[in-house]
């Protein structure tokens, strides 16, 4: 029990310490980590309701707002009324958060590559299984719907196998 917790405690400071000092480059020095999160969530497809990313991040629609003020002020994220519905605001994406949401995702495609790069297929295979376990897990303490986290088990188990056997074709 203790090695896993100490295992766990150092994989979550690890990764925490490795995504601040990749992410946050002299490019955009001016946000946070939690700011890319939400850049992230954001997205680059179409606009987001607010409360939609505020659900994707697990956070209020306060907390969101009162990061989206300072992402509009740097000039990352426009906000944009409803015209049908002035209560409703949707956030895009300007070229500036495009930029930061291109570097996250390039960031997180490198860490996955290096990742993959020491395992064997085999190795792979336990190591989706055994995190799509935790993440279940965690969902489970935290009181997320552990009917999704079960499709989403099955989802990753999937194309875990999915892609170990394109890796050994």
Known sequence: D????????????????IEGRCLITDEFSDISINDMHIIEAIGVDEPKRSGTVAKLMS???????????????????????SEED????????TDK??????????FHRHMIEHIKDGLSDDEMKVLITSLA????????????NINICSDIFRKLCHEALAE???LSV
Not at 70 to 78: A, F
Not at 97 to 106: L, T
């Open 2 to 17: 203790e090695t896993l917790n100490e295992l766990l405690v150092c994989l979550f400071k690890d990764l925490t310490e």
């Open 59 to 81: 956070i209020t629609l306060g907390t969101l707002t009162k990061a989206i003020d300072g992402l509009t002020r740097k000039g990352y994220v426009n906000r944009i009324r």
């Open 86 to 93: 002035k209560r409703v605001v949707k956030l895009s994406l």
């Open 97 to 106: 958060g495009k930029s930061a949401y291109y570097h996250h995702e390039q």
């Open 133 to 144: 376990k935790l993440s279940c897990a965690c969902s489970d303490i935290s009181g997320r």
């Open 164 to 166: 170990c056997h394109n």
